[in-house]
């Protein structure tokens, strides 16, 4: 097999020997008449077109007689060969704004007053209120990382330990991964190191061993707690494994271990980071992780195995040595993941986390990953990725997939979405299904009947009957969940799971849209993961049910982005082989209507343009507690003048506009969804545990106590908003903001999301549930990147957690995603933010976009569609291109800059800035 340098050579070969014949053809091109060069370019795309058809048949064939080690290896040479060939018009979008933050002092002054502007923000946070603040958030942290931690294995009962001592082994021991990096970092500079929090909790560890790995260079490192550094210094120097050879490791020192205790421990982990994705090679480990396996399980006939990671890792290797016989996985577990990871050892903790996502022996078994990574257009200067995926996202795929083939999905899935044990052992009485034409409710009696307390985690699923041909449907999906109380051995508690029978409906885009509930059987079981039923029943729909409005608004429910889908194949099970996703049938070329979609030409509107600058005696103040409706309102918009509606407009990032003569205050907004953060300013703030692992406790009680807490010390600290939660999914492994979201699966997203966001809001707090939407990928995210889906898949998967938290939350604000849908800005897109949130789920809050770092996050668009704040920490320039669409168009966007402003100034009204 060849080496990664080898495969690379090969390509850039082949790569140069692309563009000389390219540079030739050129030439011979600018020799021809204009009518000659006009007939050949059109030959030469023919020919091109032609000849792909032709590549593509041969590599079939060829594969056809591959094995699979080898066709993935065909494949990793295609892949290298792409990423060389478009390397000239890569570019990080991050990168870019470090630079223009690094050289700022040389740029014009509008530069130096935008960044003055945001650098200004200063935060009082050592007030009692603010000191009881973060008091209270070191607690609750605790509590999600103690519930959020998942025991995978346990053989012999070898956790929690006899006796409270062991060998701790590798570098990684000395800098847990607490928390992901940029605007979803948080300050983890005071967090206990694991060492520390052992002591703390009387867990004693092998001071001899300790300070041998010290010797060789293993030392505890603060990391900084600037989400912009973070970015720029993964974008320079990486994360890659600490661990060095085993070679520290003598006779002597394992001699000493041995005596020392029975029992070792060894510490695997990476963390992600805004702006870059993760490597199939990132999430497996490294030789020198293999060498101190093999040095520590010939030792050691009891090894624990600490999972620390906000991505799916490959974890086969937990099978392959006998000797490891218990696995923890703690995610990212924010400041106090150390102190309930080493309660966890000692027993003080009974694990209850459950995985939210499918952990596959290969990450890149999974479709997506076949179109996950670094695609752009040969004829424009923007990225692409294609979902041709369609629904069969995470267990969705390997459930479907394996349906009738056990051994198939065995030798494919290690641990399955779900997937969590304890210390203790529980049974459940299932009772059966209380079924109407509205909901379903399940009851179920749980029961400690092991030797410790500890909770447990009900888990609901349907299975819908599918037609082959017929609309896609996952064999299996989540509906609900309920997690018990503390029960004390011997203790019973009834836990009930309720869910819409019409979430079992699938939506129809062959008929126009609407959701489907086919006439059929329906399976409900009862679950300890999304493979293993405890319970199943059967339901029958009599006949086909038809939902083409939305059960909450009224609206109507149609298909509004079939021009996402693109001209792609989409992956069905009713033809696994024949529609699975290869990166080889990619087209490079954007069409002609995808070039349109990126750059719409719109038709100025007629009529009058609306007033500015009245006087009509009102001030800010004068709103206070009047409808949005209210005819005040109207009232008080003539009186702002144009340049003011602007100014509202674009100075959207962390820090509103302000226009003193009316009294409109500015409010403060901030990131992240792991504790308050400022990009451009210092603030001390608590921290908390990433979003995986809030979602891993399956407790939205705690996801409700984390928006609490957060909106607490918001108010302490005079921040009015927060941009959270994120929501996005884990379409694979990859993603480097994995752990800032919390699933594969749309329904504990939507279910979390809900109650960070009811929690922060019951405070006055607003919250911006982002990235809306498919902002699943970082690469080329920040460049401009064209992303094609289906609208199932986009409706059932990607848009349903965002549903979920608008109607069960009713979010106060939404964070719009740097994404192009089918060419389309999110930020600028009326299908998306007018006709679906705000139309068909009832949306009524103001809408943000994320940081505008392109052209393509043009303001004339958002203006007109429904994105009111341009988060631009450089405004003027957005404050250019506004001034310059409504000189084009003053009807259209001087109505657009109106119903902006009036949104944008509601929220605002809402919030403690007017105090």
Same mark, same amino acid.
């Given at each position: &097999? ?33 009518? #000659? ?27 056809? !007689? ?42 014009? $002054? ?52 006899? =006796?409270?001592?062991?060998?701790? *082994? ?36 092998? +001071? ?9 260079? $293993? ?51 990476? #963390? ?40 799916? &890792? ?5 099978? =392959? ?34 995985? !939210? ?59 399955? @979405? ?8 529980? +049974? ?76 079992? $409906? ?30 199943? @029943? ?14 909450? +608004? ?6 509004? *982005? ?56 009102? &001030? *800010? ?22 340049? /003011? ?12 506009? /302000?226009? /003193? ?12 969804? %792991? ?19 809030? %979602? ?65 809001? #019951? ?27 289906? =609208? ?22 939404? &964070? ?32 943000? !976009? ?11 668009? $958002? ?14 320039? !957005?404050?250019?291109?506004?001034? /310059?669409?409504? #000189? ?28």
């Amino acid at each position: &097999m060849a080496t990664r340098r080898e495969i690379k050579s090969e390509a850039v070969a082949r790569v140069d020997a692309e563009r000389a014949a390219r540079r030739e053809r050129k030439a011979e091109l600018e020799a021809m008449t204009p009518e #000659d060069r006009k007939v050949a370019k059109a030959e030469d795309k023919q020919k091109a077109k032609d000849a792909e058809t032709a590549a593509k048949a041969e590599r079939k064939e060829r594969r056809s !007689t591959m094995t699979r080690s080898e066709r993935r290896e065909d494949k990793r040479r295609e892949r290298v060969h792409r990423k060389v060939s478009h390397r000239p018009r890569r570019a990080v979008g991050w990168g870019v704004t470090g630079v223009a933050v690094v050289a700022i002092g040389a740029l014009a $002054a509008p530069w130096v007053s935008d960044l003055t502007r945001l650098t200004s923000m200063e935060f009082d946070t050592e007030t009692a209120e603010g000191v009881a603040a973060r008091e209270n958030a070191a607690v609750v942290s605790e509590n999600v990382a103690d519930e959020g931690i998942v025991l995978l294995k346990n053989e012999d009962a070898v956790l929690p330990l006899a =006796e409270p001592r062991i060998n701790v *082994f590798s570098f990684e021991s000395f800098n847990l991964r607490l928390g992901g990096g940029g605007s979803g970092g948080s300050n983890l500079s005071t967090a206990p190191t694991l060492y520390e929090a052992m002591d703390q909790v009387g867990v004693e560890y092998n +001071t001899e061993l300790h300070a041998t790995m010290e010797d060789a260079g $293993a030392e505890s490192a603060t990391g900084s707690s600037n989400g912009f550094v973070q970015i720029v210094g993964s974008l320079v120097g990486g994360d890659e494994s600490a661990e060095p050879e085993p070679d520290y490791l003598t006779d002597d020192v394992l001699a000493q271990a041995q005596e020392f205790s029975d029992t070792a421990m060894i510490v695997v982990g990476n #963390d992600g980071v805004e702006g870059s994705d993760m490597t199939a090679e990132q999430l497996r480990l490294v030789d020198n992780q293999i060498a101190l396996l093999d040095v520590v399980t010939e030792h050691f006939d009891d090894v624990v195995v600490v999972v620390n990671s906000g991505n799916q &890792m490959e974890l086969g290797f937990l099978d =392959e040595y006998p000797q490891i016989k218990s696995a923890l996985w703690i995610g990212t577990p924010g400041p106090q993941g150390a102190v309930s990871l080493a309660k966890v050892l000692n027993g003080d903790v009974n694990p209850s986390g459950h995985l !939210t996502d499918t952990y596959a022996y290969d990450v890149t078994s999974a479709p997506s990953t076949e179109t996950f990574g670094d695609f752009t257009y040969d004829n424009a200067d923007r990225g692409f990725l294609n979902y041709n995926e369609g629904i069969y996202v995470g267990y969705r795929y390997y459930e479907t997939r394996y349906v009738d083939d056990e051994a198939g999905y065995d030798a494919a899935v290690q641990y399955p @979405f779900g997937h969590g044990l304890s210390y203790t052992d529980f +049974t459940w009485d299932a009772a059966d299904p209380v079924v109407t034409d509205e909901e379903i409710s399940v009851d179920v009696d749980v029961t400690n009947d092991g030797d410790v307390a500890g909770k447990d985690v009900v888990q609901v699923y349907f299975s819908a009957p599918y037609t082959p041909g017929g609309i896609e449907k996952s064999a299996i999906e989540l509906a609900g969940y309920a997690k018990t109380s503390m029960l004390e051995p011997g203790d019973s508690e009834t836990v009930t799971v309720t869910f819409d029978t019409r979430d079992m $409906a699938s939506w129809d885009s062959e008929n126009g849209g609407g959701y489907l509930l086919e006439a059929g059987d329906y399976v409900i079981s009862v679950s300890n993961d999304v493979h293993d039923a405890v319970a199943e @029943f059967t339901t029958e729909v009599g006949e086909d049910v038809r939902y083409d409005t939305d059960a909450d +608004t009224g609206e109507s429910l149609e298909n509004r *982005f079939e021009y996402a889908e693109g001209d792609l194949t989409y992956l069905s099970r009713d033809d696994w082989e024949g529609t699975y996703p290869d990166a080889d049938d990619m087209d490079f070329t954007a069409s002609d209507e995808v070039l349109e979609r990126m750059d719409p030409t719109i038709e100025p509107a007629e009529g009058e343009a609306p007033t500015t600058g009245a006087d009509n005696g009102l &001030m *800010f103040a004068d709103l206070e507690g009047l409808d949005y409706d209210d005819p005040a309102w109207d009232l008080f918009l003539d009186q702002l003048t144009l340049d /003011e509606q602007i100014q509202i407009f674009s100075q959207g990032a962390y820090l509103t506009a /302000e226009v /003193e003569r009316l009294g409109v205050t500015s409010a403060v907004l901030l990131d992240s969804p %792991a504790g308050l953060n400022s990009l451009f300013s210092s603030i001390e703030a608590a921290s908390y545990p990433t979003e995986i692992v809030i %979602a891993s406790t399956w407790n939205d009680d705690l996801a409700y106590a984390v928006g609490e807490s957060v909106g607490t010390e918001a108010n302490a600290y005079d921040v009015q908003g927060w941009y959270a939660p994120g929501m996005n999914l884990h379409r694979s492994a990859f993603g480097g903001r994995d752990f800032e979201y919390y699933s594969e699966d749309p329904v504990i997203s939507g279910q979390m999301a809900a109650g960070m966001v009811n929690g922060a809001q #019951d405070q006055g707090v607003l919250t911006f549930i982002k990235h809306f939407a498919l902002n699943d990928q970082e690469v080329n995210a920040r460049t401009g990147l064209n992303v094609f889906v289906d =609208e199932q898949a986009f409706r059932e998967v990607y848009l349903q957690p965002f549903e979920i938290a608008v109607k069960d939350s009713d979010p106060t604000g939404a &964070m719009s995603s740097f994404i192009n849908i089918g060419g389309s800005w999110a930020g600028g897109n009326e299908q998306l933010l007018q006709e679906v949130l705000r139309g068909e789920w009832g949306f009524d809050g103001v809408v943000s !976009t994320d940081a505008v770092l392109g052209g393509w996050m043009d303001p004339a668009l $958002a203006v007109r569609y429904g994105n009111d704040l341009m988060l631009a920490p450089f405004a003027h320039t !957005t404050i250019d291109a506004t001034e /310059e669409a409504y #000189d084009e168009d003053p009807v259209g966007v001087g109505e657009g800059l109106r119903d902006r402003v009036h949104t944008a100034l509601y929220a605002v009204l809402s919030t403690s800035a007017t105090d």
